[in-house]
C-alpha cells in the first residue's frame, strides 16, 4: 500500500493514529460524503472474544449511541469487519484538561469548579443512563475548540469487567492513583461511588497542581489510598477543603453521593446547567418514552419495542405512508421525507434501532429537517399507528 493510498472503513477514510491501548487504537479519519473529521476506536476482535467481551460491548455501545450530552463525546456508528471493531467517535480538537495545568500550574478555584461541574454533568448524566466509566483520568478529559470539557471512554473502559450477582462490578482497571480504595481491594464495588472518587482525585490536582496520592512504591500508594492519606495545601478554600474530604472518603457507604455534591453550595456557586440539543429522556423508564400526550417530542423521541428491528422499521413506514412520507431503508435506518414543503421545507424523519437488550430494542426517531412543530405533530399521528408495537412494563 503506498504511503499516499489511504484505507477506508465504510464511509471513512483513515488517517493517522491519535492514540493507542491494551485494547484498542484511535485514528483520525474523515467522512467522505459529509467531509466532517472523525476519531475512529478500532478494537482487535480476538482480543474481545478472548475476554468474553461480546454481550457487554454490545449493551454498552447501544446505550452509548443513546446519549447525547454536551460534555459526553458522541458515539456516531459501530461497524465491523471479520477482524475488526470500528467505534465512530465525535472528534474533539482541544487537548486534554490537564495540558492546562502542565502549561500553567494549577487552575483558579472558580476555573476548577467551572470544570468540574462539567465533569459531575457528564458522569451523573451517564450514570442515570446505568453506563459507568470506571477509569476516569486525565487522558478521558478533553477540551473542544470552545473550551468545553468532554469526557471520552465513556461505557468503552469497563468493557473486560462484568457485573456479579451481588450487583457489584468485579475486577480493576484504572490508573491506580485515580481509583477508589474498594476497586483496589477487588472484593466488588458500585460504579457510581467508584467514579466520584475519581472526580474527586480530579479536583483536587486541578486547584493543587499535583496528585492527592502519590508514591513511587505501589504497596505505599495503595496503603494511602486505603486511609484517604492526603492533605490539603493552604490556598484550598474551607468549602473545597470540606467537598474534597468528603468525596475521597474511603468508605463507599459514608462517601458522599452525587446528588449531594450537586446540592453543595460550593458546587453550586456560577452552576449553568448544561443545555441539550435533544429531548432528555430516560431510558430506564420505558413508560415515560412514549407519552401518548407528546408531551416529550422535541427534535428526537425514542420508544421501545420487543418486536424485531425489520419489523419495527416496515411498521412505521406503513404509518407513514398515508401521512404523505415518502421513504428508504437501509441497515436499521429509515428516513422518511414529507411530499409537502412544510414551514422551513419538506420535513425530514430520520429513525434507527438499537439493541439494548437481548429482544429488546429501542427506536429513535429524530427530525433531520424541517420544523420543529411540524414534526411534533407528526410525531403524535404517527404514534397512534404504533400503539402495537411499544413495549410498555
Not at 491494551?22 to 467522505?32: C, D, E, G, L, P
Not at 459501530?78 to 502542565?102: H, P, Q, R, W
Not at 468540574?116 to 451523573?124: M, T, Y
Not at 420535513?347 to 437481548?358: G, K, N
Amino acid at each position: 500500500m503506498s504511503s499516499t493510498a489511504r484505507m477506508r472503513v465504510g464511509r471513512y477514510e483513515i488517517g493517522r493514529t491519535l492514540g493507542e491501548g491494551s485494547f484498542a487504537k484511535v485514528k483520525f479519519a474523515r467522512n467522505v460524503e459529509t467531509g466532517e473529521n472523525v476519531a475512529i476506536k478500532i478494537l482487535d476482535k480476538e482480543k474481545v472474544l478472548l475476554h468474553k467481551m461480546v454481550g457487554q460491548i454490545k449493551r454498552e455501545i447501544s446505550t452509548m449511541k443513546l446519549i447525547r450530552h454536551p460534555n459526553v463525546i458522541r458515539m456516531y456508528e459501530v461497524m465491523a469487519s471479520k477482524t475488526k471493531i470500528y467505534i465512530v467517535l465525535e472528534l474533539v480538537t482541544g487537548g486534554e484538561l490537564f495540558d492546562k495545568i502542565a502549561s500553567s500550574g494549577r487552575l483558579k478555584e472558580d476555573e476548577a469548579r467551572k470544570y468540574f461541574q462539567q465533569l459531575i454533568n457528564a458522569v451523573d448524566y451517564c450514570h442515570s443512563r446505568g453506563v459507568y466509566h470506571r477509569d476516569l483520568k486525565p487522558e478521558n478529559l478533553l477540551l473542544d475548540v470552545n473550551g468545553l470539557l468532554k469526557v471520552s471512554d465513556f461505557g468503552l473502559s469497563a468493557l473486560p469487567q462484568q457485573v456479579r450477582e451481588d450487583g457489584l462490578l468485579h475486577t480493576t482497571c484504572g490508573t491506580p492513583n485515580y481509583v477508589a480504595p474498594e476497586v483496589i481491594n477487588n472484593k466488588g464495588y458500585d460504579g457510581a461511588k467508584a467514579d466520584l472518587w475519581s472526580c474527586g482525585v480530579i479536583l483536587f490536582i486541578l486547584m493543587a497542581g499535583y496528585l492527592p496520592f502519590e508514591d513511587s512504591n505501589l504497596m505505599i500508594l495503595y496503603k494511602k489510598i486505603f486511609k484517604a492519606d492526603f492533605t490539603c495545601p493552604a490556598w484550598f478554600s474551607t468549602s473545597v477543603k470540606k467537598l474534597i474530604k468528603r468525596i475521597l472518603d474511603p468508605n463507599p457507604q459514608t462517601r458522599m453521593t452525587m446528588a449531594e455534591v450537586i446540592e453543595n453550595e460550593w458546587f453550586k456557586k456560577g452552576y449553568q446547567p448544561p443545555s441539550f440539543e435533544t429531548a432528555e429522556i430516560s431510558l430506564d423508564d420505558v413508560n415515560a418514552i412514549f407519552d401518548e400526550s407528546g408531551g416529550l417530542v422535541q427534535r428526537e423521541t425514542r420508544f421501545a419495542s420487543k418486536l424485531p428491528a425489520e419489523e419495527i422499521l416496515s411498521k412505521i413506514e406503513e404509518a407513514a405512508k398515508p401521512l404523505g412520507f415518502n421513504s428508504e431503508k437501509r441497515n436499521y435506518k429509515l428516513k422518511l421525507e414529507g411530499e409537502k414543503s412544510g414551514r422551513k421545507g419538506p420535513l425530514a424523519i430520520a429513525t434507527q434501532v438499537f439493541e439494548v437488550a437481548p429482544s429488546l430494542n429501542m427506536v429513535e426517531v429524530r427530525k433531520a429537517r424541517g420544523d420543529t412543530l411540524e414534526f411534533h405533530k407528526f410525531y403524535k399521528n404517527i404514534s397512534a399507528g404504533l400503539k402495537d408495537i411499544i413495549w410498555k412494563t
